[in-house]
């Protein structure tokens, strides 16, 4: 393991830690979005979220300390009911992949809304953590982030995103569907605060 101070100021840390910030910005904002721009937008920082948490350090904690948590229950229940209203009757889908398909030979019902909010979770705890300054905090952060990425909420998020390209483009909601959606996201837009690297 490097030295943490030199490996939490990694490139690929900051590139990590600025998408991660872009991502909780983005979540706690959807109430604002028509449905297709939030599902436009959604298929391309999950992307991008994926990339930059793979191409992580591996990171080994200094402390055993419980990290601080900032989301309470009832952001997360606000969180996930504003996630739903904009997915409206689009926020259902089967998920083949979860433990409980060992169980049964039913595909399992899922929320897309539920999976951002345990996604957005995860990580606003750990941009919050991060934010704090404190090198030692910060390295701790990085490697639970990195390990729930591994064990949970990486596999949570390619699932979600079959099932945004399914809403998207095989479900109709697209560009054609401004007048009942609003007018979606120019093909073009690039998130200003990161590049695609």
């Not at 591994?150 to 399914?166: F, P, S």
Request: net charge negative; hydrophobic share 40%.
């Amino acid at each position: 393991m490097k030295k943490e101070s030199q490996a939490i100021f990694e490139n690929s840390s900051i590139e990590f830690v600025t998408v991660a910030a872009e991502y909780c910005v983005f979540i706690e904002d959807a109430a604002n979005y028509m449905p297709a721009d939030f599902v436009d937008k959604a298929l391309k920082i999950l992307p991008l979220l994926y990339l930059k948490a793979s191409l992580l350090t591996n990171f080994e904690r200094i402390n055993d300390d419980q990290l601080e948590s900032c989301v309470t229950e009832s952001q997360y229940e606000q969180v996930k009911q504003s996630l739903a209203d904009v997915m409206a009757d689009k926020d259902d889908y089967l998920d083949v992949f979860v433990e409980d398909m060992v169980y049964s030979d039913q595909p399992i019902a899922k929320n897309i809304s539920e999976d951002l909010a345990d996604i957005y979770q995860d990580i606003r705890d750990f941009v919050y953590v991060f934010q704090l300054g404190l090198n030692e905090t910060m390295n701790d952060s990085l490697c639970v982030c990195q390990e729930n990425f591994k064990a949970y909420w990486g596999q949570k998020l390619v699932n979600t995103l079959r099932a945004l390209h399914e809403v998207k483009y095989n479900q109709g909601v697209n560009n054609d569907d401004a007048d009942q959606y609003g007018d979606s996201l120019d093909d073009n837009e690039e998130f200003d605060s990161f590049d695609f690297e």
